[in-house]
């Protein structure tokens, strides 16, 4: 194209152009033909651009001739704007601006969707690496389980295996000893309902042989006076056990707790008390006067001495608290007498009473545990099966004399 200045500008009818928004056009020179450069610097600017700002684009970067006018650069511009398919825009304020093709939108818009389609590849991934790890994780846990709770009945039996037989050779020893010397009773007296019948049998058996009317004569002599007490059955397991709560005259024992020999506290002559003993029992409220309440009572480890613990269940947070089970019932008395403030309340039994460890059928499962044979101040009592009928609480004495 010529303008009246001289001077000569490519445009499409170049044979070096081509209408492509992507590859650009150079001259002989090498330089881009000057709409290519006018497409590509508003491309790479993103935004429109005036005439004044091209132009100095243009002619900075040698594609323009310093000699074009603005006026003649702006005509071309117009008449580029209004070919058909053209991609460069004109707007108010002669502000130029370039459309991107269909072609590049699609293409820009496939780059942003194959980013996110790679990103969410490598997220499954690693989602897929961290779900097979949890999962060897379960099963490998899962085995270590399974071979816990093997182990744990493996050994269960074990020891149940174990007491068993330790339970048969005490009973063969006492009888055996029984049958040597009648007249001497083992330092331990009975070790339970059976060994006490399997004595009183071998007893017998001796009565026999010896005179008739000295044996008889030291029989009565014994049994006046020894205190034999008359204990109820309570259910037991296949191997002798007892089954846990014990219900026995309004008091439930749910557990035993295991005895500490070791430490002359935790044992007197008549009673022994075992940590880890808990039972409950119905009392008057501590608060609301007229009501029944329950109460836990528990043995626990204090040291050197043992502690009694009693907690109503209507207020858990009054813990009473002794170093005695007298002690930590007086305790309580003072505590329901002092809200009371008229009626003074009282407890027919003794503090053992209450815990229930004093209870002859609860003592004879206590000094039948594990190491109460090692308590050393602890008498033994001796104990038979209650029959049908009878008092619980009846000693053998008071039954004779009723007879």
């Known amino acids: 194209m010529s303008m009246s200045d001289g001077v000569t500008l490519t445009t499409t009818n170049s044979p070096t152009y081509q209408r492509n928004d992507i590859s650009l056009s150079r001259n002989a020179s090498g330089n881009l033909v000057w709409l290519d450069a006018v497409?590509?610097?508003?491309?790479?600017?993103?935004?429109?651009?005036?005439?004044?700002?091209?132009?100095?684009?243009?002619?900075?970067?040698?594609?323009l001739p310093s000699a074009v006018t603005p006026e003649t650069l702006a005509g071309l511009l117009v008449q580029e704007t209004k070919k058909p398919g053209s991609l460069l825009k004109?707007?108010?304020?002669?502000?130029?601006?370039?459309?991107?093709?269909?072609?590049?939108?699609?293409?820009?818009?496939?780059?942003?969707?194959r980013h996110r389609y790679k990103k969410l590849r490598k997220l499954v991934r690693e989602m897929t690496f961290v779900n097979a790890a949890v999962c060897d994780e379960i099963v490998r846990m899962e085995e270590q389980i399974q071979k816990a709770r093997d182990e744990r009945s493996f050994l269960l039996r074990k020891l149940l295996q174990y007491q068993t037989v330790n339970e048969l050779a005490s009973l063969v020893s006492q009888a055996q000893?029984?049958?040597?010397?009648?007249?001497?009773?083992?330092?331990?007296?009975?070790?339970?309902?059976?060994?006490?019948?399997?004595?009183?049998?071998?007893?017998?058996?001796?009565?026999?042989?010896?005179?008739?009317?000295?044996?008889?004569?030291?029989?009565?002599?014994?049994?006046?006076?020894?205190?034999?007490?008359?204990?109820?059955?309570?259910?037991?397991?296949?191997?002798?056990?007892?089954?846990?709560?014990?219900?026995v005259d309004g008091l439930t024992v749910h557990s035993l707790g295991e005895i500490v020999h070791d430490r002359q506290a935790f044992h007197t002559e008549q009673h022994i008390y075992p940590v880890g003993f808990c039972s409950s029992r119905t009392f008057d409220d501590v608060k609301n006067l007229g009501r029944k309440c329950l109460y836990t009572c528990k043995i626990l480890d204090g040291g050197e001495v043992p502690r009694f613990e009693i907690v109503p269940e209507?207020?858990?947070?009054?813990?009473?608290?002794?170093?005695?089970?007298?002690?930590?019932?007086?305790?309580?008395?003072?505590?329901?007498?002092?809200?009371?403030?008229?009626d003074q309340l009282e407890f027919s039994?003794?503090?053992?009473?209450?815990?229930?460890?004093?209870?002859?059928?609860i003592q004879n499962l206590i000094q039948s545990c594990p190491g109460a044979r090692k308590c050393s101040s602890y008498k033994w009592t001796k104990f038979k099966v209650c029959k049908f009928g009878r008092d619980p609480g009846q000693t053998i004495?008071?039954?004779?004399q009723q007879k």
């Open 177 to 247: 000893a029984a049958l040597v010397s009648p007249s001497q009773v083992p330092p331990g007296g009975s070790t339970g309902l059976v060994s006490s019948g399997s004595l009183a049998k071998e007893k017998k058996k001796h009565s026999l042989v010896d005179d008739i009317g000295t044996s008889k004569s030291k029989k009565h002599k014994r049994e006046a006076t020894a205190k034999k007490f008359f204990v109820q059955q309570i259910p037991l397991d296949d191997v002798g056990r007892p089954l846990f709560p014990i219900v």
């Open 397 to 400: 004495a008071e039954d004779s």
């Open 90 to 113: 004109v707007l108010p304020g002669l502000l130029f601006t370039v459309v991107p093709s269909p072609a590049s939108a699609m293409q820009a818009s496939n780059e942003r969707y």
């Open 314 to 342: 209507s207020s858990p947070e009054t813990l009473v608290m002794g170093f005695t089970a007298q002690g930590c019932l007086n305790e309580l008395l003072r505590i329901i007498n002092a809200s009371r403030k008229e």
């Open 39 to 63: 497409k590509h610097f508003l491309r790479n600017l993103s935004k429109p651009a005036f005439l004044s700002t091209i132009r100095s684009h243009l002619v900075g970067q040698g594609h």
């Open 349 to 361: 039994g003794q503090g053992e009473d209450f815990f229930g460890f004093a209870h002859p059928t």
